[in-house]
T-cell receptor
Framework: KNQVEQSPQSLIILEGKNCTLQ??????????LRWYKQDTGRGPVSLTI?????NTKSNGRYTATLDADTKQSSLHITASQLSDSASYIC????????????FGTGTLLAVQP | EAGVAQSPRYKIIEKRQSVAFWCNPI?????LYWYQQILGQGPKLLIQ????????DSQLPKDRFSAERLKGVDSTLKIQPAKLEDSAVYLC???????????FGPGTRLTVT
């Protein structure tokens, strides 16, 4: 069964601190993995996308890693800001013509001053 | 480039009533998706259109949910009659093709009382 699991479910950190979110997946075939940021009351917005051959992808203070052998990914946020407070969703594409996306349940991050 | 537009943003109805949501995708995007996102969960695909044809509606509760995309552009999603468990955010997304990146709208938050 195609599945994406994320941890932790929620996280509270102080402004300026770093954090790392985890994603484990069992999706086959694998096409790519995306991390989305979803602000409260908004739709998800893509942060990074990685294919099978990519190990690391950065987008500003966000750095995603992918280990295709262990089927694990992480999202590292550096020097957190209050605006980073959001839900972060790991999404794996099963590929094929329909581009079926398998969503994780997300990690809810709260950055406190 | 304008993003995916959805309306209304919020809707409160009583159980057994009907409701309809509207989505206008990004211009030129042939593929349109409707997702249901229950609080604390990742989005679940309800239906995927390629132009005005249905590609995947395997998770659409067809006894109460219906969707159409008559001219291959705008789409409407209808629920009739609504149940309490339909309370969720309904997200619309679009992509250039079936394998392209999906761009999400802000969603419609439905509360069924």
């Amino acid at each position: 069964k195609n599945q994406v699991e994320q941890s932790p479910q929620s996280l509270i950190i102080l402004e300026g601190k770093n954090c790392t979110l985890q994603c484990n997946y069992t999706v086959s075939p694998f096409s790519n993995l995306r991390w989305y940021k979803q602000d409260t009351g908004r739709g998800p917005v893509s942060l990074t996308i990685m294919t099978f051959s990519e190990n690391t992808k950065s987008n500003g203070r966000y750095t995603a890693t992918l280990d295709a052998d262990t089927k694990q990914s992480s999202l590292h946020i550096t020097a957190s800001q209050l605006s980073d407070s959001a839900s972060y969703i790991c999404v794996v594409s099963a590929g094929g013509a329909t581009n079926k996306l398998i969503f994780g349940t997300g990690t809810l991050l709260a950055v406190q001053p | 480039e304008a993003g995916v537009a959805q309306s209304p943003r919020y809707k409160i109805i009583e159980k057994r009533q009907s409701v309809a949501f509207w989505c206008n995708p990004i211009s030129g995007h042939a593929t349109l998706y409707w997702y249901q996102q229950i609080l604390g969960q990742g989005p679940k695909l309800l239906i995927q259109f390629q132009n005005n044809g249905v590609v995947d509606d395997s998770q659409l509760p067809k006894d109460r949910f219906s969707a159409e995309r008559l001219k291959g552009v705008d789409s409407t999603l209808k629920i009739q009659p609504a149940k309490l468990e339909d309370s969720a955010v309904y997200l619309c997304a679009s992509s250039r093709g079936g394998s392209g990146e999906q761009y999400f709208g802000p969603g419609t938050r439905l509360t069924v009382t």
